[in-house]
């Protein structure tokens, strides 16, 4: 089983709020994705990073930023929460070279009011 | 550019029936292809991959076949258990500018009726 966790869970909040998605994974894994999730289902890619000060933008333009300080930690930050920003979000992670699996978290269930 | 193609979105079976799901890619460069399980309130969970030099993989009640000519690869259930209920996603990776990305299929919601 993949060692790799998100907080908060669930989170409710106010529009103009700022907040930070946490995800962390315990394996050493290099590289980390965040996903969003929409209610049809489909993954998008929003951001990735392929080790500690490398970060990229994914497929999906999103307004939120991501840091990558330490290896098993990739935080996500929306400096201003909207109703738009209303979605799932997954972390996940995958190691070394050309290893290609991906392991996700739980998830976080984000709405905005 | 990049695309994985799912069907159906939608499945129902009576337990103990099978079931198939079926992608196909579009980026011959594509070699490894994994079958993701998400259940309800949970993270995608990693059930199956194949890598483009196999042409089947299988683990107990599930299957993986690929077919590189024609791109396309498809999850087999069998034994249907209500326990296999649950959103399934294709994916196909492909080596982009020194990271591996998956592009995901829109996934299939599988109901295992008792």
């Known amino acids: 089983e993949a060692d790799i966790y998100q907080t908060p869970r669930y989170l409710v909040i106010g529009t103009g709020k700022k907040i930070t998605l946490e995800c962390s994974q315990t394996?050493?894994?290099?590289?980390m994705y965040w996903y969003q999730q929409d209610p049809g289902m489909e993954l998008h890619l929003i951001h990735y990073?392929?080790?500690?000060?490398?970060?990229e933008k994914g497929d999906l333009s999103s307004e939120s930023t991501v840091s990558r300080i330490r290896t098993e930690h990739f935080p996500l930050t929306l400096e201003s929460a909207r109703p738009s920003h209303t979605s799932q979000y997954l972390c996940?992670?995958?190691?070394?070279?050309?290893?290609?699996?991906?392991?996700f978290g739980p998830g976080t269930r984000l709405t905005v009011t | 550019g990049e695309n994985v193609e799912q069907h159906p979105s939608t499945l129902s079976v009576q337990e103990g029936d099978s079931a198939v799901i079926k992608c196909t890619y579009s980026d011959s460069a594509s070699n490894y292809f994994p079958w993701y399980k998400q259940e309800l309130g949970k993270g995608p969970q990693l059930i199956i991959d194949i890598r483009s030099n196999v042409g089947e993989k299988k683990d107990q009640r599930i299957a993986v076949t690929l077919n590189k000519t024609a791109k396309h690869f498809s999850l087999h259930i069998t034994e249907t258990q209500p326990e296999d209920s649950a959103v399934y996603f294709c994916a196909a990776s492909m080596p982009t500018g020194g990271y591996n990305k998956l592009i995901f299929g829109a996934g299939t919601r599988l109901a295992v009726h008792p």
């Open positions: 394996m050493g894994h290099d590289k």
């Open positions: 990073s392929y080790g500690v000060n490398s970060t």
């Open positions: 996940a992670s995958s190691g070394q070279g050309a290893s290609y699996e991906q392991y």
